[in-house]
């Protein structure tokens, strides 16, 4: 979670709560008609980005494991720190038997050995007997060769780690959605293109039927216009599949149900992103990137384990106690304590030359995969930085198209209608129209997940205003 969304505070996040239920509740199938004018309702059911970023971050199913690793490394830190306390036990233990050093340790802890107890047949040959031991018993570590500081160490660096990982997560779920908020408004406005391409062929159709029935051309035009009209409406319903996929990756991306109703606010418009340099980028990559932070975290948690491993040579030092009583029965015990000291210092251990090399292994493996992953950073953010100029290039090319399409479509549709050309070419440059159209489309669709692939790859994908119209 990200510091602006922790300082939000009980009153802030209650506050998005009721909004990401309400915008749900006005979204969701079946949900109830309101009585307010087209215009009022279209604005309270509008989803705009930001608000589609909110509900993503509350609601994909990512951001919840992220949520719970969170916590799991949380629990963590605390049990570590938890090894600083005493470990007290209560225990309960009945014991029946007939065995001579068993019976006589009994009589001895139940208080009730008397002379008779000295004879050689009553200590070679006891009578059964039974012995109910009732016990309090606490260790507490002096000097544990400092693992637990070693355990709180490790575990508050994983916990910084899931804090990495969820602004990763967050961050790519900015992505996801920006993706396929403006998937759906590309394939909305391609509905639209398509819609008038039908129209225009529509006309084109009765033009030259009309035509054909007075005699002043031939069927081979009609055939050729229908054929015309056929293709469009081919793309007119292949756009109308596109918006049902879209919508349903969009609520994908939301968490949501894939049939949830919902108004997209805003249009794909042309937006020219403010860039810095690759170098600039690379710098700001390498110094945000929350997946680097993770590797950074987690060569600094194989150190800590490493030095853990070593210190495995030290002694350890306890102090215990134990307070218990003994009895044949609840009335006739006797209670005794015992306090004391131990210093354990592990001459042989097979095992331990074995998890100092694992520790060493693993540290140089967090190294190798931080140098690697720096590496992947660099090429991502030049990978990103040349798709998105590309695109704002090909944007510019795409939108002088329009206008020379544009105006060839007038200048055939003259000449046809002068007689001075055939219907071919009126048809082939409607057909270029409507491709330079929908290219227009797909560019600036390009242009927009370019620039926030290039905020994503140098870690600064952290808001959407800046796409916000």
């Known amino acids: 979670m990200s510091g602006k969304e922790r300082r939000r505070g009980p009153r802030g996040l209650k506050q998005l709560i009721d909004g990401v239920l309400i915008a749900a509740l006005a979204l969701a199938p079946g949900a109830p008609a309101r009585a307010q004018s087209p215009q009022n309702q279209q604005h309270a059911t509008a989803l705009t980005l930001p608000l589609a970023v909110e509900i993503a971050l509350q609601s994909n199913p990512l951001a919840r494991a992220t949520s719970a690793g969170r916590e799991v490394a949380a629990a963590q830190t605390e049990e570590a720190r938890a090894g600083r306390l005493p470990f007290v036990q209560v225990s309960e233990t009945l014991t029946a038997g007939n065995n001579p050093v068993f019976v006589f340790g009994s009589l001895l802890e139940q208080g009730r050995f008397r002379q008779s107890n000295f004879d050689l047949n009553a200590l070679n040959n006891p009578s059964a007997l039974a012995n109910s031991r009732f016990s309090i018993s606490a260790k507490l570590p002096v000097f544990d060769q400092w693992q637990t500081v070693n355990r709180v160490k490790a575990s508050q660096l994983r916990e910084q780690q899931a804090d990495a990982q969820g602004s990763q997560v967050q961050q790519q779920i900015r992505f996801e959605v920006l993706r396929a908020y403006y998937g759906v408004l590309l394939a909305q406005a391609k509905k639209e293109v398509a819609d008038e391409a039908v129209k225009l062929a529509e006309a084109d159709v009765k033009r030259s039927r009309d035509r054909v029935e007075v005699g002043t051309s031939v069927v081979s035009d009609l055939l050729a216009a229908e054929v015309q009209l056929a293709d469009f409406q081919q793309q007119q319903i292949q756009a109308e599949g596109e918006i049902i996929t879209a919508r349903a990756a969009l609520n994908t991306a939301l968490g949501l149900p894939l049939n949830t109703l919902q108004t997209i606010a805003g249009q794909l418009v042309e937006r020219n992103f403010e860039l810095a340099s690759t170098e600039e980028l690379t710098q700001t990559a390498l110094q945000q990137r929350p997946d680097l932070q993770r590797a950074l975290l987690a060569k600094r948690t194989s150190e800590v384990q490493l030095k853990g491993a070593r210190n495995e040579f030290l002694p350890r030092v306890d102090v215990f106690t134990s307070?218990?009583?003994?009895?044949?029965?609840f009335v006739n015990g006797s209670g005794d304590y015992l306090v004391g000291a131990s210093v354990t210092f592990n001459l042989f251990d097979a095992g331990r030359n074995a998890r100092i090399k694992q520790a060493q292994a693993a540290d140089r493996l967090a190294t190798s995969e931080q140098d690697h992953l720096a590496n992947q950073i660099r090429l991502d953010v030049v990978r990103s930085y040349q798709q998105y100029v590309a695109a704002r290039a090909r944007l510019q090319v795409a939108e002088r198209v329009i206008s020379h399409a544009t105006e060839a479509l007038r200048i055939v549709q003259d000449r046809y209608n002068e007689g001075l050309t055939?219907?071919?070419?009126?048809?082939?440059?409607?057909?270029?129209?409507?491709?330079?159209?929908?290219?227009?489309?797909?560019?600036?669709?390009?242009?927009?997940?370019?620039y926030a692939s290039v905020l994503l790859a140098s870690g600064r994908l952290t808001d959407v205003q800046v796409f916000v119209s």
């Open 422 to 450: 055939t219907i071919t070419e009126v048809l082939r440059a409607e057909t270029a129209l409507v491709r330079a159209q929908t290219n227009v489309l797909a560019t600036r669709y390009e242009t927009y997940v370019g």
């Open 323 to 329: 307070v218990g009583a003994s009895r044949n029965n």
